[in-house]
């Protein structure tokens, strides 16, 4: 099968220089190598890419061989990764080959056979991201019309939709993400697969789910990543504890400002608001006799924690940063000044105070006025 062949001469400033060196570097081994995936899709729509993906006819021990400063990770998938500081580093990945080792329910167990860039392609998911890029002839290699796709803003699956969710149900997710990122629609077969296969989610590990979590809501466009997940059915098997709220629509929108001003933003705000009704029914189911507030109040949130881990991995640090949201929420609501002004040094006052203030806004109108003596105070 021909591809169609494309050149294109992308701005040159928007290409990492690292991964330029690595692409160039490979090459000049005598191996064949390409930029590869989202960062192709992002540059034809002129937005900047997060990161760039390199796919190569490298194994992982030839990559290796030629840099310095690389290491071979992952078991599903062996890639490669070129260190160059101790935060950053390029992926390469070795071409994959056709066929996959599946389990009884068809979710790849083993995936490690290194192929062509003919049979890499066909392991993608969508045909968005099933784009190449060779640096040397400035040519986008396309076989699956990812270029057509990408023109006419529809996200459409490499294959058949049913296998390919069956064999990794993560691409569900990834199709609601970039649904919304690209502003794009899906394949009606995308569309009716997911609704049907939504439940292969339950099969996730915690782990891997809990990356997926952060790309999909520490974006501009979170809030509509939300509907979708909602709409289709995916939600419930990432959060089943958590339900529609006016609380999280207005984190959401939050979120997305602090986004495109700049902000940080952490997950744990996310965790917390996700959960916190589900924190206060459970809080409200407890027995009350002879306990204090606060040991109600750790009862309920360890509970509700153990439960979502049980979807999503939430680590250590994360999980008892929710705690504290939470936990502050109460003395945020009940404090004379002396200590309100103790409050404030407190490190996580700033998140328990924007939590607050959020709840003011949606579900908890009557705090408005305690909203605004934390505003006040501040100043
Ligand atoms: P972004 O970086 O904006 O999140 P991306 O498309 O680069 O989007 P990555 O997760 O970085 O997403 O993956 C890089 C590429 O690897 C994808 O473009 C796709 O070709 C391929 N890929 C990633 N995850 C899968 C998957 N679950 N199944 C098949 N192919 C995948
Ligand atoms: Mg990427």
């Known amino acids: 099968m021909n591809p169609v062949r494309q050149t294109i001469h992308f701005d040159k400033n928007l290409i990492d220089k690292d991964a330029l060196k690595v692409v160039n570097t490979i090459a000049k081994a005598g191996f064949e190598v390409y930029l590869v995936g ?74 490690n056979y290194y192929g062509t860039l003919y049979e890499d392609v066909f392991r993608r998911d969508f045909s968005v991201n099933g784009l190449y890029y060779d640096i040397t002839k400035s040519e986008v290699i396309d076989y699956v019309g990812g270029l057509e796709d990408l023109k006419s803003s529809v996200i459409k699956m490499i294959g058949n939709p049913t296998e390919r969710f069956e064999e990794d ?45 952060i790309k999909l809501f520490h974006n501009e466009k979170s809030i509509e990543v939300y509907k979708g997940l909602l709409k ?70 360890e509970e509700i924690i153990k439960r979502q881990t049980q979807q999503v991995m939430m680590p250590r640090w994360l999980s008892s940063r929710v705690k504290d949201i939470w936990m502050m929420q109460y003395q945020l609501e009940n404090c004379n000044l002396k200590k309100a002004k103790e409050l404030i040094n407190n490190p996580r006052f700033r998140m328990a105070y924007d939590f607050l203030v959020l709840r003011s806004q949606s579900i908890d109108p009557d705090l408005k006025e305690k909203a605004e003596f934390w505003t006040t105070l501040q100043k």
Request: aromatic letters at 10%.
């Open 38 to 111: 989202g960062c192709i899709r992002d540059l034809l729509l002129g937005y900047k890419p997060k990161d760039f993906d390199i796919a190569t006819s490298a194994t992982p021990e030839q990559v290796t061989k030629i840099f310095k400063r690389s290491r071979i990770i992952g078991r599903r998938f062996r890639l490669v990764h070129i260190m160059f500081s101790a935060r950053k580093y390029i992926e390469v990945a070795t071409f994959r080959a056709g066929k996959v080792q599946t389990s009884g329910n068809g979710v790849i167990i083993r995936d």
């Open 169 to 213: 149900p993560v691409r569900m997710i990834r199709a609601i993400r970039f649904k919304v990122k690209l502003n794009a629609s899906l394949s009606p077969e995308i569309s009716k697969s997911i609704s049907k296969q939504a439940h292969l989610l339950a099969n996730i590990p915690p782990a891997r789910l809990y990356e997926e979590i």
């Open 232 to 301: 289709f059915g995916l939600l419930k098997f990432l959060f089943s504890q958590t339900h529609e709220s006016s609380f999280i629509d207005a984190t959401l929108i939050n979120t997305s400002k602090r986004i495109q001003s700049g902000n940080s933003v952490t997950p744990a705000f996310l965790f917390a608001v996700f959960l916190w009704a589900a924190q206060n029914k459970r809080y409200n189911e407890l027995n009350k006799k002879n306990k204090s507030h606060i040991d109600l109040m750790i009862k309920a949130s």
